[in-house]
């Protein structure tokens, strides 16, 4: 009998610990920022922090039409060099969305001035993030096709 009891206590516990867990998660802040990781280390940027420049310039779609947009964001390169990372043009940098989409840029792309943005607003709208709240976009001009225009942009892996 004792031990039904116990079990019974354990079960109970159990269960509240996890809907207080769930609660906890769907309560807490939304994550809205991006991740920068070099070397070993990981450096959070908040999106509301973020220096704003106004940039435009044309993407080409899968079907080569192409389409100009207007964007507030900042250079990738000047983004970095304000969190001391350094690249070099030999360096290989990974762009992932939240929903784990990944693109590849060169060290050179991100070094070619007006080249390479992180846009936090497009054509004078809010980007969203996958879950709502605060997003970004990684915005590669000069591309045939806009396939590295990684929506939900999250962490940037610089190596």
């Given at each position: 009998?004792?031990?039904k009891?116990?079990?019974?206590?354990?079960v109970?516990?159990?269960?509240?610990?996890?809907?207080?867990?769930?609660m906890?998660?769907?309560?807490?802040?939304?994550?809205?920022?991006?991740?920068?990781?070099?070397?070993?280390?990981?450096?959070?940027?908040?999106?509301?922090?973020?220096?704003?420049?106004?940039f435009?310039?044309d993407?080409?779609n899968g079907?080569?039409?192409?389409?100009?947009?207007?964007?507030?964001?900042?250079?990738?390169?000047?983004?970095?060099?304000?969190?001391?990372?350094?690249?070099?043009?030999?360096?290989?940098?990974t762009?992932?969305?939240?929903d784990?989409y990944s693109a590849?840029?060169?060290?050179?792309?991100?070094?070619?001035?007006g080249?390479?943005?992180?846009?936090?607003?497009?054509?004078?709208?809010?980007?969203?993030?996958?879950?709502?709240?605060?997003g970004?976009?990684?915005?590669?001009?000069?591309d045939?096709?806009?396939?590295?225009?990684?929506?939900?942009?999250?962490?940037?892996?610089?190596?």
């Open positions: 009998m004792k031990k009891w116990m079990i019974g206590i354990i109970l516990l159990a269960g509240v610990a996890a809907v207080l867990g769930f906890n998660r769907q309560n807490s802040p939304k994550d809205e920022g991006l991740l920068l990781q070099s070397s070993g280390s990981t450096i959070a940027v908040s999106f509301e922090k973020l220096d704003q420049i106004t435009e310039g993407l080409v079907k080569g039409e192409v389409s100009h947009h207007e964007y507030k964001g900042v250079e990738l390169n000047a983004l970095l060099e304000a969190n001391r990372i350094t690249v070099t043009e030999d360096s290989v940098l762009a992932t969305s939240e784990n590849e840029l060169s060290g050179a792309e991100v070094l070619e001035a080249k390479v943005y992180v846009a936090v607003s497009a054509d004078g709208k809010m980007l969203e993030g996958l879950e709502g709240g605060q970004a976009q990684l915005i590669v001009f000069g045939s096709n806009s396939k590295r225009a990684v929506r939900y942009l999250k962490t940037i892996d610089i190596r």
